[in-house]
């Protein structure tokens, strides 16, 4: 089965500064999302990546797909509080879209 | 419409009781998801439906029962839970699995079995 690693576990920034989180997946990735979590509620949807090399952005976050397809980033760039929360990935390795597993988070706190 | 809804937001239940989870949808999706997430824990796959049919069951205990009546709804029916069954319960939809496009996440029911 598939397993994401997520570094680093918990990251607290302060508000204006860059930030990067990483996922590494044990297998090729078909399919790489991330979303986004607050404390027990629902995930939003971020982004998709799905060739190697991919890279795309939404407002301040950024993320790329490596070419090897194992490894993505997800970067910040000038965070603000409303970025706090549960960076998670999640990937459909397997090669069927509807099995995705996800990666073991990143909880990100975002300091005034 | 672009959102999944779930009902109840908060469920308390006892070992011997039978309750229901509601999810809906109105973006014309085609398949559905049942997810459970434990406690600092990313969400796991338990259930998926595609085009109203049963595709995915990922050895779920038979406590849990899904159904899917129609294209919008999707149930999650309990009965007989432990503790450990304790969870936030997420519900998603997307397009068929297929397309590989994104999951929409419901906002969860936090289930508490005493």
């Known amino acids: 089965s598939q397993e994401l690693e997520q570094s680093p576990q918990s990251l607290i920034v302060q508000e204006g500064k860059n930030l990067t989180i990483n996922c590494t997946s044990s297998?090729?990735?078909?399919?790489l999302y991330w979303y986004k979590q607050k404390y027990g509620e629902g995930l939003i949807f971020l982004m998709m990546?799905?060739?190697?090399?991919e890279e795309k952005s939404h407002e301040k976050i950024t993320a790329k797909l490596d070419e090897k397809k194992q490894q993505s980033s997800l970067h910040i760039t000038a965070s603000q509080p409303s970025h706090a929360g549960i960076y998670l990935c999640?990937?459909?390795?397997?090669?069927?879209?509807?099995?995705?597993?996800f990666g073991t988070g990143t909880r990100l706190q975002v300091t005034l | 419409d672009t959102e999944v809804t779930q009902t109840p937001k908060h469920l308390v239940m006892g070992m011997t009781n039978k309750k229901s989870l509601k999810c809906e949808q109105h973006?014309?999706?085609?398949?559905m998801y049942w997810y459970k997430q434990k406690a600092k824990k990313p969400p796991e796959l338990m259930f998926v439906?595609?085009?109203?049919?049963?595709?995915i069951n990922e050895s779920v205990p038979s406590r849990f029962s899904p159904e899917c009546p129609n294209s919008s709804l999707l149930n999650l029916h309990l009965h007989a839970l432990q503790p450990e069954d304790s969870a936030l319960y997420l519900c998603?939809?997307?397009?068929?699995?297929?397309?590989?496009?994104?999951?929409?996440f419901g906002p969860g029911t936090r289930l508490t079995v005493l």
């Open positions: 998603a939809s997307s397009q068929p699995p297929d397309r590989r496009d994104e999951q929409f």
């Open positions: 297998k090729t990735l078909y399919g």
């Open positions: 990546l799905q060739k190697g090399g």
């Open positions: 999640g990937a459909d390795g397997s090669g069927t879209a509807s099995k995705l597993t």
């Open positions: 973006m014309g999706h085609r398949a």
């Open positions: 439906y595609s085009y109203e049919k049963l595709s």
